[in-house]
T-cell receptor, first 110, second 114 residues
Framework: GESVGLHLPTLSVQEGDNSIINCAYS??????FIWYKQESGKGPQFIID?????DKRQGQRVTVLLNKTVKHLSLQIAATQPGDSAVYFC?????????FGAGTRLTVKP | DAGVIQSPRHEVTEMGQEVTLRCKPI?????LFWYRQTMMRGLELLIY????????DSGMPEDRFSAKMPNASFSTLKIQPSEPRDSAVYFC????????????FGNGTRLTVT
């Protein structure tokens, strides 16, 4: 079955720097991927998504890159701010399910 | 748009008691999902509905768990009897189009079973 995992459980960056959070997936049939942000005491919040017919998608300060050859997904956050501190999840859609990775905790140092 | 609304936000109960969690999805969304989040297992899909009909309940851990969706604006997840290992945060989410579109999550119910 699908498994979605993250390379690092924690990431600490300086305010103003760019952040890169990585994710690997196992099921090549996955055709849709989402990045979520979860703050303490809240539910996961949609950030950006990408379909498998694309390799890059940009939003406001965020970019998602998809490399289907190596089954790798990344989230780039430009000019990271204290409000970006949260746990970030990647999720993949391998059919009738949405599988979530374990999450990376991003800490932004002032 | 008020988003997905869950109640209660916190529930503390004793082992053996019945627990009912409630969810109001976003108006117009045709899919509703129940997830459970724990430190050990992360986010797990329990069950999901399409147009109020349960589609896949294979993630429901045991017969002690049941879910209903009597109408498009309301769903419940019931645990009877509850056990300490059921302690977790339970999330409800809704979407327009199932798993091929973003899931919108509520803020969850933190369940503690003592």
């Amino acid at each position: 079955g699908e498994s979605v995992g993250l390379h690092l459980p924690t990431l600490s960056v300086q305010e103003g720097d760019n952040s890169i959070i990585n994710c690997a997936y196992s099921n090549s049939a996955s055709d849709y991927f989402i990045w979520y942000k979860q703050e303490s005491g809240k539910g996961p919040q949609f950030i950006i998504d990408i379909r498998s017919n694309m390799d890059k998608r940009q939003g406001q300060r965020v970019t998602v890159l998809l490399n289907k050859t190596v089954k790798h997904l990344s989230l780039q956050i430009a000019a990271t701010q204290p409000g970006d501190s949260a746990v970030y999840f990647c999720a993949g859609h391998p059919g009738n399910d949405m599988r979530f990775g374990a999450g990376t905790r991003l800490t932004v140092k002032p | 748009d008020a988003g997905v609304i869950q109640s209660p936000r916190h529930e503390v109960t004793e082992m053996g008691q019945e627990v009912t969690l409630r969810c109001k999805p976003i108006s117009g969304h045709d899919y509703l999902f129940w997830y459970r989040q724990t430190m050990m297992r992360g986010l797990e899909l329990l069950i999901y509905f399409n147009n109020n009909v349960p589609i896949d309940d294979s993630g429901m851990p045991e017969d002690r768990f049941s879910a209903k969706m009597p109408n498009a604006s309301f769903s419940t997840l019931k645990i009877q009897p509850s056990e300490p290992r059921d302690s977790a945060v339970y999330f409800c989410a809704s979407s327009l189009g199932g798993f091929s579109s973003p899931l919108h999550f509520g803020n969850g119910t933190r369940l503690t079973v003592t």
